[in-house]
């Protein structure tokens, strides 16, 4: 049972389960003025947008972004053609779920859309405590209505 767990988990992270290095992605790291801190996982070139995104919002994780199976995830994305904008959320590595963590969710949701600004398939995917400020922060106004994508 464990060797097929660990098979399992070995398709969808090798480089966790069976530690192998993927050299073509790569990973860029931001700190904004507004004081949004966030990676992108990419293959692309600067110059080609990609064809999709998905932002990976992490719950009640204590290394936020940089949750190591977050962060296999944002990879495993990556293989199958995604660019991947994962966002730290600081009140979510510490149990908070307000006001706060809504509007730096919206936040996000809208520095992602003007970065893939090109890119038309746009999609979230959030974990356990974070589906809420998610849930939240889409239901708050037009702004996120930016770059030809929703």
Same mark, same amino acid.
Do not use: W
């Given at each position: 049972m464990?060797?097929?767990?660990?098979?399992?988990?070995?398709m969808?992270?090798p480089?966790?389960?069976?530690n192998? =290095?993927?050299?073509?992605?790569? &990973?860029l790291s931001?700190?904004?003025? =507004?004081?949004?801190?966030?990676?992108?996982?990419?293959n =692309?070139?600067?110059?080609?947008p990609p064809?999709?995104?998905?932002m990976? %919002?992490?719950?009640?994780?204590?290394? $936020?972004?940089?949750?190591?199976?977050?962060?296999g995830?944002?990879?495993?994305?990556?293989? /199958? $053609?995604?660019? !991947?904008?994962?966002?730290d959320i600081?009140?979510l590595?510490?149990? =908070? !779920?307000? %006001?706060?963590?809504v509007?730096?969710v919206?936040?996000?949701?809208?520095?992602m859309?003007?970065?893939? &600004?090109?890119?038309?398939?746009?999609? !979230?995917?959030?974990?356990?405590y974070?589906?809420?400020?998610?849930?939240a922060?889409?239901s708050?106004?037009?702004?996120?209505? /930016?770059?030809?994508?929703?």
């Amino acid at each position: 049972m464990i060797k097929a767990l660990l098979l399992s988990l070995g398709m969808l992270f090798p480089e966790v389960v069976f530690n192998i =290095q993927f050299a073509d992605i790569k &990973k860029l790291s931001f700190n904004t003025p =507004q004081g949004l801190t966030y990676d992108i996982y990419t293959n =692309q070139s600067p110059k080609t947008p990609p064809k999709k995104v998905i932002m990976l %919002l992490h719950g009640l994780a204590k290394d $936020g972004k940089d949750d190591v199976l977050l962060v296999g995830l944002a990879k495993a994305f990556v293989r /199958v $053609g995604y660019s !991947v904008f994962v966002p730290d959320i600081d009140g979510l590595k510490h149990s =908070q !779920v307000c %006001l706060d963590e809504v509007n730096e969710v919206r936040m996000h949701l809208v520095e992602m859309c003007k970065i893939f &600004k090109d890119t038309k398939t746009k999609g !979230v995917m959030s974990f356990c405590y974070s589906n809420s400020p998610l849930i939240a922060a889409l239901s708050t106004g037009r702004e996120l209505e /930016v770059g030809g994508g929703k």
